[in-house]
């Protein structure tokens, strides 16, 4: 699909980097310290990350709602762990060409190097990226297989979620109390405080990382069971026939 088609070339290529672009113009025009800069450019990279891994996820579902053949997905004897498995698989390997993309994007045109931060952090913060994208994307399934197609939205509003929780381009402590408590409970925000560390910024929670990655299995293992739910739920009440028409 990525081959023929060219859309999804192009949301994997032009649409990050124009985000990037974009937001890091606006950096230089607002002539931000370079650490400044740094901490909105790593949450900007992030969020596209995160977007392209899971709409890998999501499109398992989508492209065989919009091709109206849902239900010869779920005759195969396979689980909803089996697609989402395997989709992320996809996702992992595009959101990692779109992270290296945009890290030298920010290197030659903001002077911003991913690589300052270490093999190692930078390996985990990406794997932090792709944990958090199969969240939202089973998430997106989720929510088709419960509501229809009505739900496809959520493919692409559940990342402005993460935008405004998780403190993508500024510290969640700047958010009401309320939302800042809601904001605690999502895993990307753990990693980016992580990464964020490690470029000196001050830690606002301890254990970011086991936080993180503690949140993102917990979510993703009741996520899966939901997702088994919701499928044999739509098989009962013809949501997967409803989706094939």
């Known amino acids: 699909m990525n081959r023929r088609n060219a859309f999804t070339l192009f949301e994997m290529t032009f649409w990050p980097c124009i985000g990037l672009a974009s937001i890091g113009l606006l950096t230089e025009f607002l002539a931000l310290t370079p650490e400044t800069r740094a ?3 790593i949450g900007v990279i ?3 990350v995160v977007q ?3 709409l890998d996820v999501a499109y398992a579902l989508l492209f065989d709602m919009w091709s109206k053949s849902v239900k010869y997905l ?3 004897p396979i689980h909803g762990g089996h697609v989402v498995a395997g989709s992320w698989l996809m996702g992992v390997i595009r959101g990692s060409v779109v992270f290296g993309l ?3 994007v920010s290197w030659y045109a903001f002077d911003f190097n991913f ?3 270490g093999v190692g952090p930078l390996a985990v ?3 932090g990226l792709f944990l958090n994208g199969a969240l939202v994307g089973t998430c997106t399934c989720i929510l088709i297989l419960a509501f229809g197609p009505r739900a496809e939205v959520a493919a692409w509003s559940l990342a402005s979620i993460l935008l405004l929780l998780c403190g993508i381009y500024y510290p969640v402590d700047q958010l009401p109390p309320p939302v800042t408590i809601a904001s605690r409970l999502i895993p990307l925000t753990y990693f ?3 990464f964020r560390g490690v470029y000196g910024f001050p830690l606002l929670f301890r254990a970011p990382l086991m936080k993180g990655f503690g949140l993102a299995v917990l979510y993703q293992a009741g996520g899966l069971m939901l997702l088994h739910i919701v499928i044999q739920r739509a098989r009962q009440t013809g949501m997967l026939l409803r989706l094939s028409e």
């Open 39 to 41: 901490f909105v450019l």
């Open 52 to 54: 392209i891994c899971q």
């Open 46 to 48: 992030s969020l596209s």
């Open 115 to 117: 690589m300052d931060a």
């Open 192 to 194: 980016l405080e992580y």
């Open 102 to 104: 945009m890290g030298l």
């Open 125 to 127: 913060f990406a794997v």
């Open 74 to 76: 779920f005759m195969a």
